[in-house]
C-alpha cells in the first residue's frame, strides 16, 4: 500500500512539474506585449526591425534561446548588432516559468510561411544541404533530439544572417554555447556570401 501511495504521490508530481514545464499560454499572453511592436501581433516577424517571425518555430528552441539572451550567450558579440536589442527585452522575463509562459503563448499563433525574400541558385544549394541534412532533416523540420530547429517556413533573411554569424564569429563563439559551438563550423562548408544564399534558397523551395 506503501509503495502505491509513494508511486501515486511522484506521478502527481512528475505530472505537476510536467504542467508547469509547459508553461501558461494565458499568462504569456501579457507578457507578449513587449515583443509585439518587433515581432509582430501573431509572430509573423519585420524584416525592416530585423525580428524574425517566430511562430511555427519548436517551443524548446525558442526558450532555450531567451535564455541565451538572458545569459548573455547570445547578444553580447561587438558583430551581433541586432542581438544586442534582444537582449534586454529577454530580460523583461524574470524567470524560467516567464519564459515557458511566453512561449507558450508564442506557439499558438498560426504558422504561415512568409513569402521568400531570398534569391539563389536552388539547385545548387541542395548540394550544399546535404551537410545539413543529419542534424536539420531532409525536410529542414528540425529535430529536437540533435538540438537543430526549424528551418522550413521561418524567416530566410534571419537564416542568411545567422549563418554569416556563425561564420565569422558573432554567435557560437561564447564558451557557453553548446549547441553554437556545433553549428559554427558547418556553416564553414559555405565558401561565401552566394554559397549561403543558395543554401537558403534551396530550404526555402522546401515549404512549397
Request: aromatic letters at 6%; glycine letters at 10%; hydrophobic letters at 40%.
Amino acid at each position: 500500500m506503501k509503495t502505491t501511495l509513494r508511486l501515486t504521490l511522484l506521478a502527481l508530481a512528475f505530472a505537476a512539474g510536467t504542467a508547469s514545464a509547459a508553461g501558461d499560454a494565458a499568462a504569456g499572453k501579457a507578457l507578449y506585449g513587449t515583443c509585439t511592436a518587433c515581432h509582430g501581433p501573431a509572430g509573423q516577424g519585420n524584416k525592416a526591425l530585423n525580428a524574425p517571425k517566430i511562430a511555427g518555430q519548436e517551443d524548446w528552441y525558442l526558450a532555450r534561446q531567451l535564455h541565451n539572451y538572458k545569459k548573455g550567450i547570445r547578444g553580447t558579440h561587438a558583430g551581433d548588432t541586432y542581438g544586442k536589442q534582444m537582449a534586454p527585452m529577454a530580460m523583461t522575463l524574470a524567470d524560467d516559468a516567464a519564459i515557458a509562459n511566453v512561449v507558450a503563448y508564442i506557439v499558438t499563433f498560426p504558422d504561415t510561411a512568409p513569402a521568400a525574400t531570398v534569391t539563389g541558385d536552388a539547385a545548387n544549394g541542395e548540394k550544399l544541404y546535404k551537410t545539413c541534412i543529419a542534424c536539420h532533416g531532409a525536410k529542414g523540420e528540425g529535430n529536437k533530439a540533435l538540438n537543430a530547429p526549424k528551418l522550413t517556413g521561418m524567416s530566410d533573411w534571419y537564416a542568411v544572417t545567422q549563418l554569416k554569424h556563425f561564420k565569422s564569429g558573432a554567435r557560437g563563439s561564447h564558451a557557453d554555447d553548446t549547441y553554437g559551438k556545433q553549428m559554427a563550423p558547418m556553416s564553414m562548408t559555405l565558401a561565401d556570401d552566394q554559397a549561403i544564399m543558395d543554401v537558403v534558397a534551396y530550404i526555402n523551395s522546401l515549404a512549397k
